[in-house]
């Protein structure tokens, strides 16, 4: 057997060229957003070309109060999702992880199935299920249910992964010195659960900032939302105003990421652990 | 892992009686973990189960003239299904398997150096490269795909691009197989690398080692040692774009047209302009059927406990 000469020969993959390929391929995933920011500061009204620095493009639309209203409508249906889908997802993932009982792993295939359940699919049930089934009017409630409906399982599963990590030896300690399981729970459980609880929280968040094809199946007159008037826009051509539009939808999910990251920094200075990629995917 | 919790519980309800009698009996286990899912049950049963039935039910059902539907428990038929699976309807099914397909497999191409380039030589600047991954994966995608949409349209940045580089600036991007290809691969690329890293980062660095000390050479080493290993993130990461891929309807709305039009766009048309719910719903219930068919591939392949 042939010595090896160095440690880093001993990859089969060459890190010079792996290195080379992580940079075109972070220009791929960057490019188009860096693009499209860029641009939203051009004078000029058409596509591609420089006309020079401006905000003329953002007072346009702090002036349009069709865009301001659908900014509105995102946060309420965000917010709203999030609150209780945090809720709903947290106790389920508390049960699927923390308790044993017949059924459990029917439950577990009930929520993959909810997320991955075709965003069109879904989409159309709802609308079938309101009009036809519920016989209710299309509004920002309808787009709210709707929201909190995928949004849990994409809680579940995070807070499910912040759990599983769990050490539960610290619950029998703590009912070893005489804490109730109630107390176990409050002083214990939950502090350690908090960041997962908290990426989910977030993930639901920029999931329901995001969505487009679920809410215009639910969303009636006066309930669009910021993707679906940016999706309707779209179908007048690309404008510089959406340019200006997406980079403040970017930069709202950039400012809860900055959120996420200070939090985790945080719970990990205090080696509660940190909101990771693991617990992301 | 998530079972070795359990069983941790689980040891402890079973010793708590001997030790630490009544004062600390705890409600039952099968009850309390109902009781925290009741809120989802009743959540799920109502915006997720019943509405799913429905379209299975109107799947059945014919198409009404002033009502998008008329349905009858006595008169279900299956014609809808044979309508969504014609000449007209048919490539459209096969098209966005094959579009999801290649790019999954581009998707694995581009990820798979990229995450294991991160987990293994990225040094102290690891976390920073992760939330660079993490970035586009938590920003709109409607707003990735509308990105590209300003790029690739015919008077759009591209084609400036090539004006200026002398290679005609007139060229057709959008409406083709590229441009949608392009879309999904660019809109799930973070679905494929989060995975791929997850179980790269956990492989054991030795067993590489080891592959070369037993005389192995570097492919046999990739294929019989790496590859095997983090098969579980690679499948995984496949499923997780293959899946929304195969759906998707903003990427073929924005970069496609009717060339190019896949299932997803299909069923949001037959529930729109072409008001036809009946052949929708089919349609939706044969995709449902598809992706169903591949989580339980998937969970036969990982286990439950991996979700």
Redesign the interface.
């Known amino acids: 057997v042939t010595s090896v000469p160095t440690k880093r020969a001993k990859s089969p993959l060459r890190p010079r060229y792996l290195k080379l390929h992580a940079v075109l391929v972070f220009a791929f995933l960057f490019a188009p957003i860096i693009v499209l920011v860029v641009f939203s500061f051009n004078k000029a009204k058409s596509g591609t070309d420089w006309g020079g620095f401006s905000t003329h493009w953002y007072s346009v639309l702090a002036h349009t109060p069709a865009a301001l209203q659908a900014f509105r409508n995102t946060l309420k249906v965000a917010v709203v999702a999030t609150f209780f889908a945090t809720i709903i997802g947290t106790s389920a993932a508390f049960a699927l992880t923390r308790f044993k009982f017949r059924g459990r792993s029917g439950y577990s295939t009930l929520i993959f199935i909810s997320l991955v359940l075709p965003e069109i699919v879904m989409g159309v049930s709802l609308t079938a299920f309101y009009t036809r089934f519920a016989h209710v009017q299309l509004n920002i409630h309808t787009v709210e249910l709707a929201h909190i409906t995928f949004c849990i399982a994409f809680v579940v599963v995070v807070v499910k992964a912040r759990l599983s990590a769990f050490d539960n030896r610290l619950v029998e300690a703590a009912a070893d010195l005489g804490a109730t399981p109630f107390q176990a729970f409050l002083r214990i459980v939950l502090p350690l659960a908090a960041p997962g609880i908290f990426a989910g929280a977030m993930l639901a968040f920029t999931i329901s900032l995001d969505d487009v094809v679920i809410t215009s199946f639910t969303s009636g007159p006066g309930s669009t939302t910021l993707p679906l008037y940016i999706f309707g826009q779209l179908k007048f051509g690309v404008s510089p105003s959406i340019n200006a539009l997406s980079t403040i939808v970017l930069g709202v999910a950039l400012i809860m990421l900055a959120i996420a990251g200070v939090f985790s920094l945080r719970a990990s200075k205090r080696g509660v652990g940190a909101v990771d990629a693991s617990t992301l995917g | 892992?998530?079972d070795g919790?359990?069983g941790?519980?689980?040891t402890?309800q079973d010793a708590r009686p001997a030790d630490?009698p009544a004062t600390?009996r705890?409600t039952p286990?099968?009850?309390?973990?109902?009781?925290?899912?009741l809120?989802?049950?009743i959540?799920?049963f109502f915006?997720?189960i019943?509405?799913?039935l429905?379209?299975i039910g109107?799947s059945l059902g014919h198409r009404g003239v002033i009502v998008?539907?008329r349905f009858d428990w006595g008169d279900l038929v299956w014609s809808n299904y044979k309508t969504a699976t014609n000449p007209d309807f048919l490539p459209i099914f096969i098209r966005s398997i094959v579009y999801a397909l290649v790019s999954t497999i581009a998707c694995v191409l581009?990820?798979f150096?990229?995450a294991?380039?991160?987990a293994?030589?990225?040094g102290r600047l690891r976390n920073v490269?992760?939330?660079?991954?993490?970035?586009?994966?938590?920003?709109?995608?409607?707003?990735?795909m509308?990105?590209?949409?300003?790029?690739l349209?015919r008077?759009?940045?591209l084609n400036?691009l090539l004006g200026t580089l002398g290679l005609g600036d007139n060229h057709i991007f959008l409406n083709t197989h590229f441009a949608v290809i392009l879309g999904l691969t660019?809109g799930f690329?973070?679905f494929m690398i989060?995975?791929l890293?997850?179980s790269i980062e956990r492989m054991d660095k030795s067993l590489?080692?080891a592959s070369?000390?037993?005389?192995h050479g570097?492919?046999s080493?990739?294929f019989r040692v790496?590859l095997p290993t983090v098969s579980p993130g690679l499948v995984?990461g496949v499923?997780l774009v293959f899946?929304?891929a195969?759906?998707?309807?903003?990427t073929p709305e924005?970069l496609g047209g009717v060339k190019t039009q896949m299932?997803?766009t299909t069923?949001?048309d037959q529930?729109g302009s072409g008001n036809n719910?009946p052949l929708?719903?089919a349609m939706?219930v044969l995709?449902?059927l598809g992706?169903?068919v591949?989580?339980f591939v998937y969970?036969s392949r990982v286990g439950?406990?991996a979700?």
């Open positions: 892992m998530d919790q359990v941790l519980t689980d402890e630490k600390r705890k286990s099968w009850l309390a973990g109902n009781l925290l899912l809120p989802t049950t959540w799920f915006l997720l019943i509405p799913t429905i379209i109107y998008p539907i581009l990820g150096p990229l294991y380039w991160i293994r030589f990225s490269y992760l939330v660079l991954v993490i970035i586009p994966f938590l920003t709109s995608y409607l707003i990735r509308y990105a590209w949409q300003f790029i349209q008077n759009g940045l400036s660019y690329l973070p989060l995975p890293y997850a590489v080692e070369y000390d037993l005389g570097k492919v080493t990739f790496i995984a499923l899946i929304p195969v759906g998707d309807f903003v924005l299932i997803g069923i949001y529930f719910w929708g719903s939706s995709l449902m992706i169903l591949g989580v969970l439950e406990e979700l």
